[in-house]
């Protein structure tokens, strides 16, 4: 028995955990009835919609050709039955039809115990504090390059996470974009390809100067933030300039605990970040803490230095302080820190619309301190995970 009469208008595989044993048509649904006892409804429209038939998605893209606005609006299921291997047969009442893979079926069925079962399997960020600090995740650049089991195991820690490093990697000029580069294209911006971060006299960041850095993401000046920054250590030779990081959403869930007033104002006021150079003018209004539908986090964005002045109705202004000055105050909490020197050789790569980062101050006279940097999109780590994990 197998299913492979049956078309998969996708490149996903989609195992057989479940069988359809009993079909029953409704009017204008199809019920399934699966081998552990799980019932599915389809309506009519649904099943009509996916079609997975070489007329229905051109199968060198596996991209829809049909539209569904197309069918008449009296279209009816005739005919369904269980073939070989659960494989699901429709006739329709224009004479197309239609075969269904069980193991597809199942992964898209939409009733409510399939629905739960789909949003528990996706994955979660897992949460962190200054336990980090023992259990950050560290991975041998060569390995890196030369192993996909590595690579998959990295962008794993670095999607659930949000932090990672990378250790032993060369201190050449040009090195993180071969290791980016191993991963997606590189997100381009007004600092470049490649940023170079030193302190630098013509400054057109705070970044590159000797400063402190106060906890932030990087480009919340823009609609996007990067998803993913890489800090690729070149020479760290100079007195303090430490690296500092906590999980924005740990500190939002805290923030949700302690002060659930102030959460929910950071969730639903729209903040404006610019940025000032002579060159650009890049502006941004949007909350600190975004939400998703689901009430889950989505993104955190906060610099500081890039912050324009608030806009709010009066009678709100004294809670808006109130709210972003506390939660200025938790991400400088050292219980919810990594704090950590990057040495030559060893770069930072972390969820930069999720975990915020600092630098201590340094001293520019005691040595030579040189980072490089770079931005992907979040997109550009899930799209190549995806795809690593198709073949594991
Ligand atoms: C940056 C930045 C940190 C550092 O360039 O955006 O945060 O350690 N740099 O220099
Ligand atoms: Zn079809
Ligand atoms: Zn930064």
């Known amino acids: 028995m197998t299913t492979a009469n049956a078309t998969i208008a996708d490149w996903r595989s989609y195992p057989v955990t479940a069988v359809p044993v009993a079909l029953t048509l409704h009017p204008g649904s199809l019920q399934v009835t699966w081998s552990d006892g799980r019932v599915s409804p389809f309506h009519d429209l649904w099943l009509r919609d996916n079609c997975p038939c070489p007329t229905c998605v051109y199968p060198v893209t596996r991209e829809q050709m049909f539209e569904i606005a197309d069918v008449p609006d009296d279209l009816l299921l005739v005919e369904a039955r269980i073939e070989d291997a659960?494989?699901?047969r429709l006739g329709w009442s224009d004479g197309h039809a239609s075969v269904f893979h069980p193991g597809w079926l199942r992964a898209h069925a939409?009733?409510?115990?399939?629905?739960?079962?789909?949003?528990?399997?996706?994955?979660h960020p897992h949460l962190w504090r200054s336990e980090m600090n023992q259990q950050l995740a560290g991975f041998d650049y060569e390995e890196v390059m030369t192993s996909d089991q590595v690579l998959t195991d990295w962008l794993r820690a670095l999607r659930d996470s949000g932090l990672t490093q990378i250790r032993n990697a060369p201190t050449t000029a040009g090195s993180?974009?071969?290791?980016?580069?191993?991963?997606?294209?590189?997100?381009?911006?007004?600092?470049g390809v490649m940023f170079e971060v030193k302190s630098k006299a013509d400054a057109d960041s705070n970044a590159y100067t000797a400063f402190n850095l106060p906890l932030h993401t990087d480009l919340p000046t823009r609609e996007l933030q990067p998803g993913v920054q890489f800090l690729y250590c070149l020479r760290n030779d100079a007195i303090g300039g430490n690296s500092r990081f906590v999980d924005g959403f740990a500190v939002a869930e805290e923030l949700r605990r302690v002060a659930p007033a102030c959460f929910e104002l950071?969730?639903?006021?729209?903040?404006?970040?610019?940025?000032?150079?002579?060159?650009?003018?890049?502006?941004?209004?949007?909350?600190?803490?975004?939400?998703?539908?689901?009430?889950s986090y989505r993104e955190i964005r906060m610099a500081n230095f890039l912050r324009g002045p608030f806009d709010v109705a009066p009678e709100v202004m004294p809670q808006l302080y109130e709210a972003y000055r506390l939660f200025i105050r938790m991400t400088r909490e050292p219980r919810l820190q990594v704090?950590?020197?990057?040495?030559?050789?060893?770069?930072?790569?972390?969820?930069?619309?999720?975990?915020?980062?600092?630098?201590?101050?340094?001293?520019?006279?005691?040595?030579?301190?040189?980072?490089?940097?770079?931005?992907?999109?979040?997109?550009?780590?899930?799209?190549?995970?995806?795809?690593?994990?198709?073949?594991?």
């Open 176 to 191: 993180l974009d071969g290791l980016a580069r191993r991963v997606a294209f590189i997100r381009e911006s007004s600092f």
């Open 110 to 123: 939409y009733d409510a115990e399939s629905r739960a079962e789909r949003a528990h399997e996706q994955a």
């Open 339 to 392: 704090a950590r020197r990057l040495e030559a050789g060893q770069a930072w790569v972390f969820d930069n619309r999720r975990v915020l980062h600092a630098r201590d101050a340094f001293d520019p006279a005691s040595g030579e301190r040189h980072f490089q940097g770079c931005y992907l999109d979040r997109d550009e780590l899930l799209s190549r995970l995806f795809v690593l994990e198709r073949k594991s």
């Open 86 to 88: 659960g494989v699901v």
């Open 266 to 295: 950071l969730t639903q006021t729209s903040v404006e970040f610019r940025n000032k150079s002579a060159r650009n003018d890049y502006r941004c209004n949007a909350p600190i803490i975004a939400l998703n539908d689901d009430g």
